[in-house]
């Protein structure tokens, strides 16, 4: 018997014995134990997939990547290919026979400048290519495979170290000059306005013995961002904002081109508006892009769609999708993205160059589509209820490797044939969480359509405990996503099902501002935010209600972000919760709209700054109606969150209902941004959710918590 006849033996005999055996509903604490994968790679001639694995070391309480190895043909179970902990971002050199990626060093049990490596495919040792002073990320090969290009923010004089016998008097000052509106962001912390990411261009086979040099090619005060090569190698396309304040106008950045050997830049695409995802063509005459076009008057969101556009200066793009009316190049909000690597895969050309490949999320679904390039026609390449979260495809096109989640499956890896028009059969390679998933009894979520109080209709799931019987009277919490304009979707949900296994049935919609129904659909709170997206909500609790099995005695509410938002708003509307946690939210928008790291000066949710309409923003503030709160309230707060400062979210809601003396409890997690929930510390994503069903087992269940009582 081979190796993968008795994998899948013992696979099938731990599933009997689990089966014979009652599985057990998950934990919170299973996030310890879940395995992730992300940025698949596939070879060049199709026959293996490198990825990375990301698991938690548990004692050290981090995320650790590494890089792993699989057969196309399923014949094999992946292999550990690099060490890690911090390995990430693989690249297959064109023909195939190395891999660049990407290792940050742990030092004093810390991570290192990251560095790019190149390690043979085959396997062996690992070389370190680029030695930049502040690391270096985003490596791509050349064509001809000689030369990787890089994104670096080093500057000349990193490489000068400081006398450490330096008197204080004469080390460079820690004073920060602020002179940009834009002058910290969430997760990155305080932005260095001298130091910018520029594109620097390493050779891949420095002689023995020598080191290889990399040369910048780049610099200025503007960041270069999604470095492609020219298919003849000649030139660098790159997007960028060449503006020194750009948060005065709405977002704009454009599409250049840069001489590998030097020379002026050539703007190559310019469509008032945002351009990401850069790919060019087998050929090298055309590129594609996603791009969204700013619409005057400001929209406070713009759909994306596809452009293609010819290599040379002065063409203009051409939409491909203009009458297309769902998100592409986009996805389905999740709690369980890989916390530490990328995923996406872009825009995938076809081989002769009459098609291309990309996602598009509908109705809460994400799945590839494939698009062609004569008249835009759209055909669908994957379907289903999932969410396909990365791919890539072989240099011929005739094989795509992609991850994929669902509500019962955390991603895994398949492979399709690229070269199937409609309806691809997916083939599962990897099967990395069955053997915990064996163990827990998960389910599918019911999915409802409904209508709010205008007659449009409402996209919504409902998870239900294990062991669910309808004839019982069950708690409801009701889940509102943030964004605002994200959907939630068929992908993996830990909360929803750590929530439905203590005993809840839990409920999430899309109401109207969601993604993935149409432009209109997802404008419409455009100065109406929050609004009437609330009736939208409330209008799903009443259908779930009018199922007859939900305690109307006992509903509660939660959302992080836009969802802290509303459930803030929702409970200075109606006394009908029992129990509410607000998380990383907004109270006060006239705080917010100068405290936030990102700028608010163009009229997206407001139509004028604070000072010239200080009535919208009080009317829209949680905080002007505190006093209509009876509902038990906690607020989960992230202590570095810069994009939805605590200042002007959950201290603000607590400190009011302090005063009130209302039921009220504010949980601070050190070091987290506004990432907690979804890249937070293991740990604390544990005791978020931990907290967050406390406090409604307490309100909910009845079970009595000192955690919560004034000591």
């Not at 698949?40 to 548990?58: A, C, H, K, T």
């Not at 690099?82 to 023909?95: F, I, K, N, T």
């Not at 709170?525 to 259908?543: E, N, R, T």
């Amino acid at each position: 018997m081979n190796a993968v006849r008795l994998t899948c033996f013992l696979l099938a005999l731990l599933c009997s014995v689990t089966n014979a055996a009652e599985k057990r509903p998950i934990k919170e604490t299973d996030l310890m134990a879940f395995k992730w994968m992300a940025d698949p790679q596939i070879s060049p001639d199709g026959s293996r997939v490198i990825f990375v694995r990301v698991i938690v070391n548990e004692d050290k309480d981090k995320y650790e990547t590494s890089l792993y190895m699989v057969r196309t043909d399923g014949k094999s179970e992946p292999q550990p290919f690099s060490s890690g902990p911090a390995d990430y971002a693989p690249r297959w050199s064109p023909d195939g026979k190395t891999i660049a990626f990407v290792r940050s060093l742990v030092k004093d049990d810390r991570p290192d400048a990251p560095q790019v490596w190149l390690i043979a495919a085959n396997g062996g040792e690992a070389r370190q290519l680029t030695h930049l002073a502040k690391g270096a990320s985003a490596p791509v090969w050349s064509p001809e495979g000689g030369r990787i290009a890089v994104t670096s923010s080093t500057l000349p004089e990193d490489s000068v170290k400081e006398d450490p016998n330096t008197p204080a008097s004469r080390k460079k000052s820690d004073v920060r000059v602020v002179t940009r509106a834009i002058y910290r962001f969430n997760g990155a912390g305080y932005v260095d306005p001298e130091r910018h990411e520029h594109i620097f261009i390493v050779g891949a086979t420095p002689p023995p013995g020598t080191m290889a040099k990399a040369r910048q090619l780049t610099a200025g005060q503007f960041d270069e961002e999604n470095p492609q090569w020219s298919r003849d190698g000649k030139l660098i396309y790159f997007t960028s904002t060449r503006v020194l304040e750009p948060y005065y106008a709405p977002e704009d950045n454009d599409l250049y081109a840069v001489p590998v050997d030097g020379g002026d830049l050539i703007t190559v695409a310019d469509i008032d508006g945002t351009i990401a995802d850069v790919s060019v063509s087998p050929d090298g005459k055309q590129i594609a892009f996603a791009g969204s076009i700013n619409q005057h008057p400001v929209r406070s969101y713009n759909q994306p769609d596809i452009f293609v556009t010819g290599t040379t200066p002065g063409g203009e793009p051409r939409n491909l999708t203009a009458d297309y009316d769902f998100d592409v190049d986009d996805g389905v909000s999740s709690d369980q993205h890989a916390p530490r690597a990328a995923n996406g895969g872009g825009i995938v050309w076809s081989r002769d160059g009459k098609t291309l490949l990309v996602t598009s999320t509908v109705h809460g679904n994400g799945n590839l589509v494939r698009l062609r390039v004569s008249d835009g026609h759209v055909d669908p390449f994957t379907t289903g209820d999932h969410e396909v979260m990365s791919y890539k495809a072989s240099a011929d096109g005739a094989t795509v490797a992609l991850t994929i989640s669902s509500f019962t499956n955390i991603g895994d890896l398949y492979i399709a044939d690229g070269k199937k028009n409609a309806n691809t059969t997916l083939r599962q390679i990897t099967h990395i969480n069955d053997e915990l998933f064996a163990t827990l009894d998960v389910s599918a979520p019911e999915e409802i359509w409904y209508d709010s109080f205008d007659g449009r209709k409402i996209q919504g799931w409902i998870v239900k405990p294990p062991a669910f019987n309808a004839q019982q009277k069950y708690p409801l919490i009701l889940e509102i996503h943030g964004g605002p304009h994200t959907p939630y979707g068929n992908t993996f949900m830990h909360e929803f099902l750590w929530m439905a296994a203590k005993g809840y049935v839990v409920l999430y919609t899309n109401p109207r501002g969601s993604t993935s129904y149409g432009q209109e659909f997802g404008n419409l709170i455009q100065f109406k935010y929050p609004g009437d997206d609330y009736q939208d909500l409330m209008a799903g609790v009443d259908a779930v209600v009018a199922k007859g099995y939900i305690d109307e005695k006992r509903l509660g509410v939660t959302g992080g972000s836009g969802g802290g938002v509303l459930t803030n708003w929702i409970i200075t509307r109606t006394p009908r919760f029992a129990a509410a946690v607000s998380q990383r939210s907004i109270a006060d928008w006239y705080g917010f709209w100068f405290t936030t790291d990102f700028w608010l000066s163009q009229p997206q949710w407001f139509h004028a700054a604070p000072w010239e309409d200080p009535a919208d923003f009080a009317a829209r503030s949680p905080i002007t109606h505190i006093a209509n709160v009876t509902t038990p309230l906690m607020l989960v707060e992230g202590d570095s969150d810069m994009r939805t400062p605590p200042s002007d979210g959950g201290e603000v809601m607590f400190r009011a209902l302090k005063y009130l003396k209302k039921p009220v409890v504010m949980v601070r997690f050190p070091g987290e941004t506004h990432e907690l929930s979804r890249s937070g510390a293991p740990r604390h994503r544990v005791e978020r959710l931990q907290h967050i069903v406390g406090w409604f087992d307490q309100y909910l269940q009845g079970a009595r918590s000192d955690t919560y009582v004034v000591k």
